[in-house]
């Protein structure tokens, strides 16, 4: 099989042949339809997080058919489609248990199976998959846990959409910040993640859906999607502009960037008693400084991670959404490229001439 292999920071993706044990307990064998291209994938390239596990196998926007199991699986069977979760969900832990699986206190964000081992390797060199899934891969080998089965009359090419961008975005307003019919919503930065904000404050029936971002093409996009004002920050200062369109700052502002300075922004933009989002992957060790008498205020600087979802629930429920209309999935995606482009595939993002690009195997 291939895969698209971090090997350092700063060096362009190397898309190679590697060996794929089979599943065993409790693991299954999944072959790749479509993968996202998701920002999270790149943080490792740029350096933005270092690479403790390498090389590595990126990819966690995934969906696929499950083609092996191995001792013990019942959850899933080979021919069903599924979604692959970042979330380990072990479903017996405190926080499974309170309906947190995002924050499993069994296996955590592991970059191996559970047991500590890697299914890939080379040359007898293990080989490590982000969040233990490397969805950037023909097939790959997984803990059954992993695995959300969804019903398979949608295409998996835009189904693989739901296992990060989707539900990041959607979860943290419906989930995490618990957004009410009627408030104003602002989200700082319009990728793939925040596009979904957008999506999941219309969910929410929020009043005003206010989009910020630097690029007009991301801007164009998030009207695409339903917000309600975009904000140019490169031309136009985003705080007295929310302050103007809200009438006195936001109820909730998500920042979906990663970018502290940009947390503190989303922070200030928002209205006594209102509540600012941290969505976006931060540099590890990053401080937030904010002013004590803001925060005195009724206001609530909260973290959202990974939208607070529940995938068993979640990813079909999102997938009925998408199916009856309800969602954008296809406007999403700008492009779907093969495995070996992924370079490009980031080149594109980088220079935000793309919203998703799916990589397609087969
Ligand atoms: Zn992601
Ligand atoms: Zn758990």
């Known amino acids: 099989m291939r895969a698209a292999v971090c090997y350092e920071s700063h060096m362009p993706l190397k898309v190679e042949e590697l060996e794929l044990s089979p599943p065993k307990a409790n693991e299954a064998e999944v072959q790749l339809v479509g993968a996202g291209v998701c920002h999270s994938d790149y943080h490792f390239v740029d350096g933005h997080i270092t690479p403790t596990t390498l090389p590595l196998v990126l990819g966690h926007e995934g969906a696929g058919v499950v083609t092996k199991i191995g001792p013990g699986v019942e959850n899933v069977s080979p021919g069903d489609h599924i979604i692959f979760s970042m979330d380990a969900m072990c479903g017996y832990c405190r926080n ?154 936001a109820d909730y502002a998500f920042e979906v960037v990663g970018w502290p300075d940009l947390v503190v922004q989303a922070f200030k933009s928002i209205r006594p008693g209102g509540t600012a989002v941290m969505v976006g992957v931060q540099p590890p060790e990053t401080k937030i400084t904010i002013d004590a008498w803001d925060l005195f205020q009724d206001r609530a600087l909260i973290g959202a991670f990974h939208g607070s979802a529940m995938p068993r629930v979640d990813f079909p429920w999102l997938l009925d959404l998408y199916m009856d209309g309800r969602i954008k999935l296809d406007e999403l995606i700008t492009r779907y490229r093969p495995l070996d482009e992924i370079n490009e595939a980031f080149e594109d993002m980088n220079n935000g001439v793309t919203a998703r690009t799916v990589l397609t195997f087969g």
């Open 96 to 249: 499974c248990t309170l309906g947190r699986p995002t924050l499993c206190e069994t296996y955590g964000r592991v970059f191996t199976m559970p047991d500590g081992t890697t299914r890939f390797s080379k040359d007898g060199r293990p080989y490590y998959s982000m969040v233990g899934i490397g969805t950037f891969a023909d097939r790959t080998v997984v803990a059954a846990d992993r695995l959300v089965k969804v019903r398979d009359d949608v295409p998996l090419e835009k189904a693989c959409l739901i296992g990060c961008a989707v539900i990041t975005g959607v979860g943290s307003v419906v989930h995490r910040a618990k957004v009410e019919a009627g408030t104003t919503v602002v989200v700082f930065g319009c990728g793939g993640v925040g596009l979904n904000v957008i999506q999941g404050a219309i969910l929410a029936s929020a009043a005003k859906i206010i989009a910020v971002d630097t690029v007009e093409f991301k801007l164009e996009k998030a009207r695409e999607m339903g917000a309600t004002d975009v904000i140019n920050a490169s031309l136009v200062e985003p705080g007295p502009r929310i302050a103007e369109i809200t009438g006195g700052g």
